[in-house]
C-alpha cells in the first residue's frame, strides 16, 4: 500500500495560536481538524486578490465543495458547524473518555452537548447548479469572513514579529513544514499527470526582497491617498512612477490596464501576504509550491508571486532576472509546422509576428487605438483559438473589456482575421478529428474543442522546454516559475538557453531578459 503523500495546503501556525486566543473557547472546543480547516480558510480568503474573486460577486471568494472538503474533510461537518449548528462530544480512547478533545456527533448521542453555529463565513452567493441558471462557467458559492473574523486576521497581520506567538512556521494540517513536505516530492514542484523525473525540481523556498516590498507598499499607499484627495477635488490627478510603470491618477483608472483603484488595494493585499509569510518562517523568504494544471502548464498554489501583480512581483524578487521565450506559442506552431513540412499562405502572418513581434505588436497597438498590453491579451485569445466575434461570452469581449468600438476594430482588423484563420487552418493539419490528444510531457486527454486541443499541445511543449531549463539549473539559483518564462537569482547567457533548447529540444527559440 502507497504511503499517502502530505498535504502542500499550508497556513500560519501563529494565526491558528490568534484564533485560540481571540475567539476562545467556541474555536478551541472544535476538532482540530475543523480548526486548521478555519484557520487555513482564514488565511487563503481574509482579503480578495486577482486569485479568489468570484465571478459574479467581487466582493466574495468562491469555495467550492473540494476546496471545503481538502480544509474540513465533510461539507457536511462544514455546514453543520459554520451554517446550521453541531453538537459535540468528549473523544474516547482506549483509556476512556478525553476532556480536552472533541468530535462531532448527532445531537441525540449521548454526552452530546449541542451548539449554536459559528457563522465565521458567511454565504454572498450560491453556485448555479447548470450552465442554463447564469452562462457563467465554473460558478462556486461565495463567502466573505465574518466583521468579527476578519477584524482578527486584519489585526494579526499588522502585529510586529515579537507580539505575534513565538510558536509560528507555516505548516500543513499534519503540522509538516515546506521543507520537510518538499522532501518527499523532491522539491517544490508536485507532479501527478506527467512522468518527468522528480529529480528534475526546484527549491520549495523563494528568497524575497524586503525592503523593496516595503518601499512598494508604501508607493502604492501615497497613490492611494492622493485618489482619494483628488476624488474629493472632482480633477484628476498628475502621473508618477509606481512600481517602475507611470501611473495617472483617477477617480476609477489611470490606463486600460494599469493601476486601477481595485488592483492598487490588492497589490497592498499581495504584499501585506508575503510580508506575514516572511515574518511566519522568520526570514525574508515564503514557501511556493507547483501543482501541474490539466495541459501541463506549472501553476503555482494560491497564485503565490505566480498570479500576482507584475509590480509586487518585480518588488519582491528585485535584482532577479527573467528569461522569457519570445513569441513562443507562435515560434513554437511555426516549428511544428515547418517539422511536418506543412505551409500555406496565412502562415505569413504568423512569421511575421515571431521576426518582429515588437513592431507587430506596437502597429496593431496604434491601429486598433488601444495599449500593447491588451493587444497581448487579444493575440493569445486567437492563439488558442478564440473568435473574432462581440459575443460578451468570447475571450475577445474579455480582452477588450467590454469596449464596443475597440471589439469592433479588432474583428475588422485584416491581419487579426488572417492571424486568427492561420491557427484554424494550423490546427486543422496537425490535429485534423482527434480527439484523444497526447502533448510533448505526455499528458493525454480527450478534447471536444478545437481550441483546448492547440492549447494542450503548444502548453506541452512550453512545460517540456521548461523541464530542460530546470533539469540544467541548479534547483536553488531558479526564483520562480512563470508559464513561458523563468526566473533565476543570477545572471544567464541567453545563447547558453538557446543552445540548451535546441539540443534537448530540437526548438531553435530565443530568450528575452529582464532584470527585476
Known amino acids: 500500500m ?40 482564514f488565511w487563503n480568503h481574509s482579503n480578495i486578490i486577482k ?4 465571478n459574479r460577486k467581487p466582493d466574495s471568494f468562491p469555495m467550492g465543495e473540494k476546496e471545503v472538503s481538502r480544509n474540513f474533510t465533510d461539507p457536511r461537518n462544514f455546514r453543520k458547524v459554520n451554517d446550521n449548528g453541531y453538537a459535540l462530544r468528549p473523544k474516547r480512547t482506549r483509556w476512556g473518555s478525553t476532556e480536552t478533545k472533541y468530535i462531532l456527533c448527532k445531537d441525540r448521542t449521548g454526552g452530546a452537548t449541542s451548539y449554536p453555529p459559528t457563522k465565521w463565513l458567511n454565504k454572498t452567493i450560491e453556485a448555479f447548479q447548470s450552465w442554463s441558471e447564469g452562462g457563467v462557467k465554473g460558478c462556486l ?49 508536485i507532479r501527478d499527470i506527467s512522468r518527468v523525473s522528480k529529480r528534475t525540481n526546484i527549491s520549495v523556498i523563494i528568497n524575497i526582497n524586503i525592503n523593496s516590498l ?13 485618489t482619494e484627495e483628488e476624488e474629493a477635488k472632482g480633477r484628476g490627478g498628475d502621473k508618477e512612477a509606481l512600481g517602475g510603470v507611470k501611473v495617472n491618477y483617477s477617480s476609477t483608472t489611470t490606463t486600460s490596464k494599469g493601476f486601477t483603484v481595485e488592483s492598487t488595494h490588492q ?33 503555482a498554489q494560491n497564485a503565490i508571486l505566480q498570479g500576482y501583480h507584475r509590480s509586487v512581483r518585480y518588488a519582491a524578487l528585485r535584482g532577479c532576472y ?22 500555406f ?21 496604434t491601429d486598433l487605438n488601444t495599449s500593447i498590453d491588451t493587444v497581448k491579451e487579444i493575440l493569445q ?35 487579426l482575421k488572417q492571424y486568427a484563420s492561420t491557427f484554424k487552418l494550423a490546427s486543422k493539419h496537425l490535429i485534423g478529428k482527434n480527439k484523444i490528444i497526447k502533448n510533448a510531457v505526455g499528458i493525454e486527454r480527450e478534447i471536444l474543442k478545437k481550441t483546448e486541443a492547440m492549447a494542450h499541445i503548444l502548453q506541452g511543449y512550453e512545460r517540456l522546454i521548461l523541464d530542460v531549463l530546470i533539469a540544467n539549473s541548479e534547483p536553488n539559483d531558479v526564483a520562480l516559475l512563470v508559464h513561458d518564462c523563468i526566473v533565476y537569482y543570477t545572471r544567464k547567457s541567453r545563447t547558453e538557453l538557446t543552445r540548451i533548447v535546441k539540443e534537448n529540444t530540437g526548438f531553435d527559440l530565443e530568450f528575452s531578459e529582464i532584470q527585476y
Open 345 to 365: 499562405p496565412e502562415l505569413d502572418v504568423l512569421r511575421e509576428y515571431v521576426s518582429n513581434k515588437k513592431g507587430t505588436r506596437e502597429r496593431l497597438a
Open 214 to 226: 516595503l518601499m512598494h507598499k508604501e508607493e502604492l499607499t501615497k497613490a492611494l491617498t492622493k
Open 381 to 415: 485569445a486567437l492563439t488558442y483559438g478564440a473568435q473574432l466575434t462581440s459575443n460578451n461570452h468570447q475571450k475577445i469581449y474579455e480582452s477588450c473589456e467590454g469596449d464596443l468600438e475597440l471589439i469592433e476594430r479588432v474583428i475588422t482588423n485584416p491581419w
Open 322 to 343: 527573467e528569461y522569457d521565450l519570445e513569441a513562443a506559442h507562435q515560434n513554437l506552431l511555426v516549428q511544428l509546422l515547418d517539422r511536418e513540412q506543412i505551409n
Open 51 to 54: 486569485h479568489n474573486k468570484h
Open 141 to 189: 458559492n461565495g463567502y466573505q469572513l465574518s466583521p468579527k473574523i476578519q477584524q482578527l486576521v486584519d489585526e494579526w497581520f499588522e502585529k510586529p514579529k515579537e507580539a505575534i506567538s513565538a510558536s509560528r512556521g507555516m505548516v500543513n494540517r499534519n503540522g509538516l513544514s515546506a521543507l520537510e513536505i518538499a522532501s518527499q516530492y523532491g522539491g517544490a514542484i
Open 2 to 41: 502507497s504511503k499517502r503523500k502530505p498535504s502542500t495546503d499550508l497556513y500560519p501556525s501563529s494565526l491558528l495560536l490568534e484564533a485560540h486566543k481571540v475567539l476562545g473557547e467556541e474555536f478551541s472546543r472544535l476538532p482540530k481538524r475543523i480548526q486548521i480547516g478555519y484557520t487555513t480558510t
Open 267 to 299: 497589490r497592498i493585499f499581495e504584499i501585506n501576504r508575503l510580508l506575514a509569510t516572511s515574518r511566519e518562517q522568520n526570514s525574508p523568504s515564503i514557501p511556493v509550491f507547483y501543482k501541474e494544471a490539466k495541459t501541463g502548464r506549472y501553476t
